[in-house]
């Protein structure tokens, strides 16, 4: 055992965002990757023990953690997204929801074989899902838009109510069978829950109006909405416990739908806090388990009720609650499938387990192993699966990377040609009918708006780009761009032409911080770049292999050749870069664009000599 707090704080820190890297780099279930490691550190090899190293500070730490998480997902409710989506969504989330604290319910009681109280508490705690395990598998799978809203909007709406849920069915306990509560206590539970309510409000009111009036600086806005969500936790929780979720839900979603452009930068720096936190309390939580808990799980009676919840409770609530929706049986399918539980069950079960254990109710003592069966069960099977029953029920986007080519020209064109002809999906967004002309007669993908504009989010889906390039001919426009899809995209996967023919030192020392990556290892221009396609250059694929390596490809191309990508047989595309080359091996297809052959060249300038002619004539 280590007894460090730092050095604790160190190693959950460490493995929480390695865990992060290691399930991006492998293409694994995030959370299941960081429950392992929470196991193996603590109660399979010891090394740590949060709740004994922290003590009393664990429930706040996680708590706190909790409702950053829960905030940071609910600032991305905006209404506009469920447009359309709203009558399955309120549904879900209501009439779904006591469907499922019903039946989950009956299943505790009747196969878990806890006595009723303990399993209407229990109950209510396990319809949330939750930002902290559904955010990372919505952004493994990629699935299509409406599913995806669905899940995200359950998950972060429900996600206090289960808790609320869980406190007024101990609330009900207690009046039926304290003889020193009243109803007064019930009616101070709804007083409670009402205040949160509107408190989570009038704190996001309050926080819209100084920001959009001017009264904080832009570098205290951060700090200043972070101590705010602490407020709203704290205080609420204060005067009921787990009502503080509740309040900074509503927060969240009031500052959502205020459409503040502040409120939208800060978004990203959240979301940085959020992963980081997701990733350290989940191995806190899981590090904190002892042995026996882990052995209680394997009891036949939590056994079975984790079956029921995978395979009866939760299909049977979505089906029921949707039932003259405009759901598909596909979309019922997935969502009815996909319910991963999460920090909140894992915090509020353990919170009750004592709390009732005190009330006398001896059965809670299983409320933490049956909470963590349901919870990594939960975690695992929706983790491997969310993606392979997305893809054959076709409710995922196509799974290799796409590109959005931001500006329409007749070199955008042609390069969105050739990638459609190697099945990668393409799009250009220009602004101007005009320019997009030429897309609209290739048949090539394309959208029509402003891409930097706030509306261009609920009217084009970017989930299956992974790459921009920025290819117009204003080289600041072009910097803006890729400035501002840093936070969505990466900074490695965006692009622009180059800046300048000639650049100076301020120039080069800019392109450093600012917008993308340059393309092509040749300083070409969009206008350079625009008159080789007006004079027939063409884009070719090679294919690189065991004998006609990409050494020989090099010493036979000719001095004109632009060398513009590699595509791997995974689908992923690596782009030549000023200053950069990505590692060409066998079995890749290098795009270049390069001059047609001359004889083609001769007959095109013959045939345009010969219409100046017919022009001259006709004229005549």
Request: aromatic share 10%.
């Amino acid at each position: 055992m280590i007894d460090s707090i730092l050095f604790n704080l160190m190693l959950i820190g460490v493995l929480g965002i390695a865990s992060q890297w290691a399930a991006w780099r492998f293409r694994l279930p995030a959370i299941v990757v960081m429950s392992i490691a929470g196991l193996l550190v603590g109660p399979i090899l010891g090394l740590i023990d949060p709740k004994a190293d922290f003590g009393e500070m664990f429930k706040p730490i996680v708590s706190l953690a909790v409702a950053i998480i829960l905030f940071e997902g609910s600032l991305n409710l905006d209404f506009r997204e469920v447009k359309g989506l709203g009558k399955p969504v309120f549904r879900i989330v209501t009439f779904g929801a006591l469907l499922a604290w019903i039946l989950g319910s009956l299943g505790a009681h009747f196969v878990a074989g806890l006595t009723w109280p303990v399993a209407f508490v229990i109950g209510g705690l396990f319809i949330v899902t939750g930002p902290t395990v559904i955010l990372p598998l919505l952004r493994q799978a990629k699935l299509k838009p409406r599913p995806a809203a669905i899940l995200k909007w359950e998950g972060i709406v429900v996600d206090p109510f289960g808790a609320l849920l869980a406190v007024f069915a101990f609330e009900i306990i207690n009046f039926f069978m304290s003889d020193d509560v009243t109803a007064v206590s019930l009616l101070l539970f709804f007083a409670a829950s009402l205040f949160a309510g509107v408190f989570g409000w009038l704190l996001g009111r309050l926080t819209g109006f100084i920001f959009e009036r001017g009264h904080v600086p832009e570098f205290l806005k951060s700090p200043v909405v972070f101590v705010l969500v602490l407020a709203s936790f704290a205080i609420s929780d204060q005067i009921m416990h787990e009502t503080g979720l509740l309040a900074v839900t509503v927060m969240g979603m009031t500052l959502a739908n205020m459409h503040i452009s502040s409120i939208d930068d800060m978004r990203h720096f959240k979301e940085n806090i959020s992963v980081l936190l997701i990733s350290t309390i989940f191995v806190m939580l899981t590090a904190a388990l002892s042995v026996d808990v882990l052995l209680r799980i394997f009891n036949w009676n939590i056994i079975a009720f984790v079956l029921l919840m995978l395979f009866v409770v939760r299909p049977l609530s979505i089906w029921l609650s949707t039932i003259g929706t405009d759901l598909s049986n596909k979309e019922k399918l997935l969502v009815g499938w996909i319910a991963p539980r999460g920090i909140v069950a894992l915090t509020v079960s353990s919170y009750f387990a004592s709390v009732l254990l005190e009330k006398g109710f001896e059965d809670a003592s299983i409320l933490t192993s049956l909470t963590f069966a349901l919870v990594f069960s939960t975690v695992v099977a929706h983790g491997f699966s969310i993606k392979w029953l997305a893809k054959k029920l076709d409710l995922a986007i196509d799974e290799r990377p796409g590109v959005v080519i931001v500006g329409g020209s007749g070199f955008s064109t042609e390069l969105a040609k050739t990638l459609q002809e190697l099945k990668v999906s393409v799009l250009i967004a220009d602004s101007s009918w005009q320019r997009l002309i030429s897309v609209r007669k290739a048949g090539v993908p394309f959208y029509k708006g402003e891409i930097l504009s706030e509306q261009t989010e609920y009217y084009l889906d970017l989930t299956p780009y992974e790459y921009m390039i920025a290819a117009t001919e204003l080289d600041s426009y072009n910097a803006l761009v890729c400035t501002t899809f840093v936070p969505e995209i990466g900074r490695n996967n965006l692009f622009q032409l180059s800046l300048r023919s000639q650049r100076d030192d301020d120039l080069e020392d800019m392109v450093h911080t600012i917008g993308g990556r340059i393309l092509f290892q040749e300083n070409v221009t969009w206008e350079e770049l625009n008159k080789r396609i007006e004079r027939g250059d063409v884009f070719r694929k090679t294919s690189i292999t065991e004998k006609y390596t990409f050494e020989s490809y090099l010493e036979e191309r000719s001095e004109n050749t632009l060398l513009i990508f590699a595509l791997k047989p995974s689908g992923r595309i690596e782009f030549f870069t000023e200053g950069a080359s990505p590692k060409v091996e066998q079995g890749d297809v290098v795009v270049s664009l390069t001059q047609r052959c001359k004889e083609y060249n001769k007959i095109k300038e013959k045939l345009a000599v010969q219409r100046e002619k017919n022009g001259d004539r006709k004229e005549g």
